[in-house]
């Protein structure tokens, strides 16, 4: 299972970065990706990246303010977020695929997901 760190509280206008880490030995190989869910939202795609981090993919919503990446080396994706907005406001899932290597953006694509961790912004 994936382990998610770095959220918090913070102003509108700040950053932030999130990390995952898996143990799976096959991590490697196979798509991550990051997903939220607010109190009044259901769970959506936020980034997703390839297995060889060559292959991005954003949600309309984050994109030219979030980037993902990740390090295979050390079993690691990485999600920067600047500009945060109030709307951004949400639990952030980390989501790593056991099939998908293409960097899908459908959650049914991926298998294992991590507790979450909250991220707030006031503005």
């Known amino acids: 299972e994936p382990v998610e760190s770095g959220g918090g509280s913070v102003q509108a206008g700040a950053s932030l970065t999130l990390s995952c880490e898996s143990s799976?030995?096959?991590?490697?190989?196979?798509?991550a990706g990051w997903f939220r869910q607010s109190a009044d939202k259901d769970r959506e795609f936020v980034a997703t990246?390839?297995?060889?981090?060559?292959?991005?993919n954003y949600n309309d919503f984050v994109k030219g303010r979030f980037t993902i990446s990740r390090d295979n080396g050390k079993n690691m994706v990485t999600l920067q977020m600047n500009d945060l907005k109030p709307e951004d406001t949400a639990v952030y899932y980390c989501?790593?695929?056991?099939?998908?290597?293409?960097?899908?953006?459908?959650?049914?694509?991926?298998?294992?997901w991590g507790q979450g961790t909250q991220v707030t912004v006031s503005s």
């Open positions: 989501a790593t695929s056991g099939g998908d290597y293409s960097g899908s953006a459908d959650p049914n694509r991926y298998d294992y």
């Open positions: 799976a030995h096959i991590f490697g190989s196979y798509s």
């Open positions: 990246i390839d297995y060889s981090g060559s292959v991005t």
